[in-house]
Nanobody, 121 residues
């Protein structure tokens, strides 16, 4: 069983930055970030392979967000720069039992509780 705990969310002005962390207990393989805005379905943000050698991004965040991981600390990160009000959402980290990342929510086996990110205009 894997437990995931997100942290680092908060309130930031448009154009600002935040770094989210996802601390895992248990063996993790590929991991990802998803987000859910009020009234919307949860959507893919970014994913990373077990080695960190492959990363995947949603078009809406590419060039602004960077996903990374430190396997020695069993922790994944999401550096978010140039934040926009439309980035406001609850951000969830997820992990799956395979080595490669994926865009699809149903491919992930474990989920954190989420952390709120609010970007003011």
């Amino acid at each position: 069983q894997v437990q995931l705990v997100e942290s680092g969310g908060g309130l930031v002005q448009a154009g600002g930055s935040l770094r989210l962390s996802c601390a895992a207990s248990g063996r993790t393989y590929a991991m990802g970030w998803f987000r859910q805005a009020p009234g919307k379905e949860r959507e893919f943000v970014a994913a990373i392979s077990w080695s960190g050698g492959s990363t995947y991004y949603a078009g809406s965040v590419k060039g602004r967000f960077t996903i990374s991981r430190d396997n020695a600390k069993n922790t994944m990160y999401l550096q978010m720069n140039s934040l926009k009000p439309e980035d406001t959402a609850v951000y969830y980290c997820a992990s799956r039992k395979l080595y490669s990342g994926t865009y699809y929510e149903y491919d992930y086996d474990y989920w954190g509780q989420g952390t709120q990110v609010t970007v003011s205009s």
